[in-house]
């Protein structure tokens, strides 16, 4: 089980911390880690993902050197450091793992909404 959190309304360039807690797995060590958003009107698209080992951080353009992806080993938590913050990154955020061995991911958390204002 997935529990995403930290969204909220902001104002352009400031900053939010997103965090997802992975409940239900005994280890984490096989999984990758990683965030989606989606916007009004538009599909779900990827923002970043990290192996729970913590290396091969990746992120969409969009959002490199802005964002920066994390988790913590001990408390099976999933971040998402968010800076310069946008109105384009207005969307519900989801945070998801998979093993690593598979492209799909395979549980997903509920969504938190963040909201840029101009």
């Known amino acids: 089980q997935l529990q995403a959190s930290g969204g909220g309304l902001v104002q352009t360039g400031d900053s939010l911390r997103l965090s997802c807690a992975v409940s239900?797995?005994?280890?984490?060590?096989?999984?990758?880690g990683g965030w989606f958003r989606q916007a009004p009107g538009k599909e779900r698209e990827f923002v970043a993902s990290i192996a729970w080992s913590g290396i091969n951080p990746y992120y969409a353009d969009s959002v490199k050197g802005r964002f920066t992806i994390s988790r913590d080993g001990v408390k099976n938590t999933l971040y998402l450091q968010m800076n310069s913050l946008k109105p384009e990154d207005t969307a519900v955020y989801y945070c998801?793992?998979?093993?690593?061995?598979?492209?799909?991911?395979?549980?997903w958390g509920q969504g938190t909404l963040v909201t840029v204002s101009s």
């Open positions: 998801g793992i998979r093993p690593t061995s598979r492209n799909q991911y395979t549980n």
């Open positions: 239900g797995r005994s280890s984490l060590s096989i999984y990758a």
